[in-house]
């Protein structure tokens, strides 16, 4: 996750108002609602269901009016009774991570919300993904047992933490949460302006070019890191909630999610560039943050540059500039882990 300063820097950079600004891999919506803020017209692609949701939810938020009568709605048909008995035949997980009374809310929630088809429901399914897990002993702004709030960690390592250290689910109110969480996000006006969030792998761009709203002059992106996190995996919990199986998962979703050998994935990166080679404006800006574990800055930015060809169109590396990796996720969990230590930023120009 790159933060809003990177994609404003670029975007202000690289385009002006109006321009259409592309992230095949949209992840959390930063390049897309950055462009919104700043009156481009912004395309993000994921094949991810979570990072779909939210991306769409930050960037086709609806009336707050009719997100409050929606939840008054859902309220008013919950039955305690009834979900709380299908919470008792959840996994041990679920009864560790959530109180009774949680988890019957979450429940009927999830097998409530119309996320894909209603902007209100995806805000709604936006909201609780934010607030699914996290960490609970610092913040009541989480629905779970005390969790990291980056990633879902697994079920069996999750309930022997909470036993050893006596941890307990909070008793929260999920639609008075919702609420809450609502009032925060609505306290600044949504942006305006129209955004294309789709569904789909990247890879499949170029087959509706025709429904795209225009050239493509920017793109501002990160693509998945080499070996060095399996997203489906790592949000498992917020994909359950979305619909999918209560256990975390591989390769259900997306062959891409974790390349671990460096030639499968510089064949992944290589069709990237295809895709980009055949929408991006001539002239057109590529801007790409990179990571890897077991390769060094030097060698991925070479690899990189050199994949470009697969563009079949020339593409000209104009800045590189190298970071270290500061406060990493994994350092709050497992100590001592030796993962991502430092990323690429990469400018091109087709």
Known sequence: MFPETFAETWIDQLSKPGDVVLDPFSGRGTTA??????????????????????????TQAPPLRAL???????????????????????????????????????????????WRASDVDCMIAGLILGALHGETEKSPSYLSNQMPRTISTKPAYSVRFW????????????????????????????PAGDALILHRDMRQLPWISDQLPGPIGLVVTSPPYLDVTNFEEDQWLRLWFLGGPPYPTRGRISRDDRYER?????????????????????????????????????????????????????????????????????????????????EIDCHFQF
């Open 33 to 58: 609602f950055q462009s919104m803020l700043m009156g481009r017209k912004p395309i993000a692609c994921d094949v991810n269901d979570v990072a779909y949701c939210v991306t769409r939810a930050k």
């Open 163 to 190: 036993q050893k250290h006596g941890f307990k689910a909070p008793e929260r109110d999920a639609f008075q949460l919702l609420r809450k969480q609502a009032t925060f996000r609505y306290e600044s006006p949504p």
């Open 262 to 342: 460096p030639d499968a994935y510089w064949a992944f990166i290589a069709d990237m560039w295809r895709m980009l080679g055949a929408l991006v404006a001539k002239n057109g800006h590529v801007v790409i943050r990179m990571g890897g574990r077991g390769i060094q800055p030097e060698e991925m930015v070479t690899k990189l540059s050199a994949s470009s060809q697969f563009a079949r169109r020339p593409v000209k590396l104009l800045f590189q500039t190298t970071s270290a990796l500061k406060g990493r996720q994994t350092d709050a969990f497992l100590k001592g882990t030796r993962g991502c230590l430092s």
């Open 68 to 114: 409050r009568r929606r939840l008054t709605m859902l309220e008013g048909d919950f039955s305690r009774a009834s979900w709380s008995r299908k919470a008792g035949k959840m996994p041990e997980f679920f009864q560790y991570a959530y109180h009774r009374k949680t988890l019957s809310q979450l429940l009927y929630l999830r097998n409530k919300l119309k």
